[in-house]
């Protein structure tokens, strides 16, 4: 079972992942996109991936705005599952603007 990161390694860590902030108990990114299908488009990718990590973030989807939150559920805060997510989770949006 994955550990949860202490405050200073999420802090660390928070520092190489440009638009995201949090702390131990969940670490969270808001993006703006073009359009409602562009920010559907993106959900549906980040789905593919996190099916693949098995490993899935918290979306909330309002029109063209994305609100990912990424925390392990099963031990009750941000582990490095959450941070490899949270990178590909970039990736993704890069890959669109």
């Known amino acids: 079972m994955a550990d949860v990161l202490t405050a200073e390694a999420v802090r660390d860590e928070l520092g190489e992942l440009a638009g995201w902030s949090g702390d131990p108990a969940g ?7 073009a359009s409602f299908p562009e920010a559907i488009a993106v959900v549906d ?21 994305l609100t990912f939150r990424c ?27």
């Open 27 to 33: 670490i969270t990114r808001t993006v703006e996109l």
């Open 45 to 65: 990718r980040v789905a593919v991936t996190a099916e693949e990590l098995d490993h899935h973030p918290d979306i909330d989807i309002r029109w063209r705005t």
């Open 71 to 97: 925390v392990t559920h099963s031990v009750g805060g941000v582990t490095r599952r959450d941070l490899e997510l949270a990178r590909r989770i970039d990736e993704i949006v890069g890959s669109v603007r």
